[in-house]
């Protein structure tokens, strides 16, 4: 049973217009200029400070009642690179972009929580509503914590939320501990002795040498992770070769691996190096790997996750609380906040994600029906991590 907040259907009808305005308009990493400006105008005309600047694009509108903690509630502003295929009335005017994972949702809710926050501010303290870029790849979570973002609004703790296909509307999802995986990339890069194809023997195969560490690297996530602890290692790409009868001098090999523990990060980095080198080695190949980390792991605070846990019952009742979910090894750079302040991450339940509907897809569609729930979860959220106004 969900009990949004009172008198929430004028602001239902606001978000809904400016969600499908922002997804008409997507912009992609540190270039959300008119989403920027969209954020700051409708933060000032609340009545709260807006500082702008933070990772570029970032805004951070500030609302203080009285003496008190101070809290971080953060949406992602950004869509991705994708060639929208809705055919919605208020589909993406960008060619090229689209809203495909719901930020414009996130956005459209926070703002609402920041104007119905601003007008009943049944809080003591101070909530910064971030707004931040780039969550899509670039990390803009990153950018604004290296930019100074809890130096410059100095909170106790952060808050995030995605809306998440495959869960019901009207559930939301969170546990402690880690939710969403850490995200690295890597690139190997192998340099043999090209030769005629029909003399191999002349020279160092650098294909072969590449299919046997494809094949090794599997070996990672079966022989060398603990059976109960969880590693993926995929190679998307493999790059080798122009023509029909020569053996190629280089074979480039990229991909991506996702882990939850720093431990086991730190291990898949270096067996993969390890197999590289030396199955390389035996086959006369020398063998270069770059491996690069982009988003730590999304691990949520105990504390935090029992406020937020307090503040989702009072919206979808214990019966709508998914406590326990699978986490995921998509990633997520709110990951990067979470590393600065304790707080807790939540998954808000979108409905079904086929035919089209997960995120990602050119036919994704924020879920409007999630709109009062996002709402309502981040106003209970105020009075629940703040203490009440006397
Ligand atoms: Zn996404
Ligand atoms: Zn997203």
Redesign the pocket.
């Known amino acids: 049973m969900v009990r949004t907040i009172d008198g929430t259907e004028a602001l239902t009808a606001d978000m809904t217009a400016w969600r499908r305005d922002l997804h008409a308009h997507p912009e992609t990493a540190f270039e959300e200029e008119r989403t920027s400006d969209f954020v700051a105008e409708k933060l000032a005309s609340f009545g709260l400070e807006v500082h702008r600047g933070l990772a570029k694009t970032g805004v951070v509108g500030l609302l203080r009642n009285g003496e008190g903690p101070a809290v971080a509630f953060r949406a992602d502003m950004d869509a991705?690179h994708i060639h929208e295929q809705t055919n919605l009335p208020h589909a993406s005017h960008n060619p090229g972009r689209m809203h495909a994972?719901g930020h414009d949702g996130h956005t459209a809710m926070l703002l609402g929580a920041a104007r119905h926050l601003s007008a009943h501010p049944n809080f003591q303290g101070t909530i910064a509503f971030v707004f931040q870029p780039a969550?899509?790849n670039e990390g803009g979570g990153r950018v604004m914590v290296e930019d100074g973002l809890f130096e410059t609004f100095p909170v106790e703790q952060v808050y995030g939320m995605h809306n998440w296909p495959g869960l019901e509307v009207g559930k939301i999802a969170l546990r402690p501990g880690p939710i969403m995986a850490a995200y690295d990339i890597f690139e190997l890069t192998l340099t043999g002795k090209g030769t005629h194809a029909a003399m191999p023997h002349l020279g160092t195969d650098t294909i072969l040498a590449g299919t046997q560490i494809v094949n090794a690297w599997q070996t990672i996530a079966s022989r060398s992770v603990h059976p109960v602890d969880s590693a993926v290692v995929s190679v998307t790409q493999f790059h080798a070769g122009d023509t029909w009868n020569v053996l190629p001098a280089t074979a480039v090999l990229r991909g991506t691996t996702r882990t939850f523990r720093k431990e086991v990060q730190d291990m898949v980095e270096r067996r993969m190096g390890e197999l590289a080198k030396a199955i390389a080695g035996g086959y006369g190949v020398e063998a270069e790997l770059r491996y690069e980390r982009r988003y730590p792991s999304t691990v949520n605070e105990a504390g935090a996750t029992e406020l937020a846990r307090r503040a989702a019952a009072g919206v979808v009742g214990e019966s709508g609380l998914d406590l326990d979910p699978m986490p995921s090894m998509g990633a997520e750079d709110f990951a990067f906040m979470l590393q600065q302040r304790p707080g807790c991450y939540v998954w808000v339940g979108a409905g079904p994600s086929d035919g089209g509907r997960n995120?990602?897809s050119p036919h994704y569609d924020f879920n409007d029906a999630v709109l009062p729930i996002g709402l309502s979860y981040w106003v209970r959220l105020a009075e629940t991590v703040l203490p009440r106004a006397a």
Request: aromatic fraction near 0%.
């Open positions: 991705l994972c969550e899509e995120l990602h």
